[in-house]
């Protein structure tokens, strides 16, 4: 069965992330937390995530049996800020593996998932959409768009946000029903990393090959210069 979401607004937060976190300590679930703006917004790894005013800041929060399933709704996440963008912009938006989103190559949006394990399990599927601005800091300005900066358009962050929650609830009756493989597929039709050389920085190394699969755990497959075949669990990826 899908959830029902319940929207609460803020004007600033330190992060989406933390006051859903709260949120979920007092066992309250399907509910999205938005702010204007983040003061100690983050993505992967505790990178900062640069959270002015103009883009959509958002965090799911989602009741779990399990916790072991988090890539697929970071998978689930990715796709639906595509979707929305294709809608409401006419964008040709992609997904980079495992969980940018990015136009003409440059990152428009970033998940990042975590886990609140209490006496219930509960999942915070963040998400950081850049979609009015005009400028970033000098450190991520190469790398990263807004959807104004690729339309020319501004955009009604209030619509964007239920946009992505319906193709997000679209989405998660497949994960509600344990048909993985389906996310996957859907997945693969977004990806903006597949077919393509790539440089996968991990822990134990660095690796350099063609990307020519997600498996079904969400892990990303390359077919290394040598003909082997290397299965990415988690790193840093880089198309070459």
Known sequence: MKPDFSFYNFDVLSSTNDKAREFAKERKANLVVVAKK???GRGRFGRKWSSSPGGLYMTII???KGLDKAKYLTFIAAVSVAKAIRKIA???AKVKWPNDILINHKKVCGILTENVCTNVN?????????VNQKKFPRSIMRN???IMIESNSNYDIEKIAKTIINE???LYDYYNKKNYKKIVDIWKEYSHTLGKMTKAKTL???YTGKAVDVDEECNLIL???DGSIKKIVEADIFVI
Do not use: M, P
């Not at 999942?123 to 950081?128: F, H, K, P, Q, T």
């Open 38 to 40: 983040q003061e100690k």
């Open 122 to 130: 509960y999942a915070l599927v963040g998400i950081g959409l850049n």
């Open 168 to 170: 997000f609830n679209r």
């Open 223 to 225: 077919k290394l210069n």
């Open 204 to 206: 134990s190394g660095n």
């Open 90 to 92: 006419g964008l040709d």
């Open 62 to 64: 989602l009741k779990e």
């Open 144 to 146: 990263s768009t807004s």
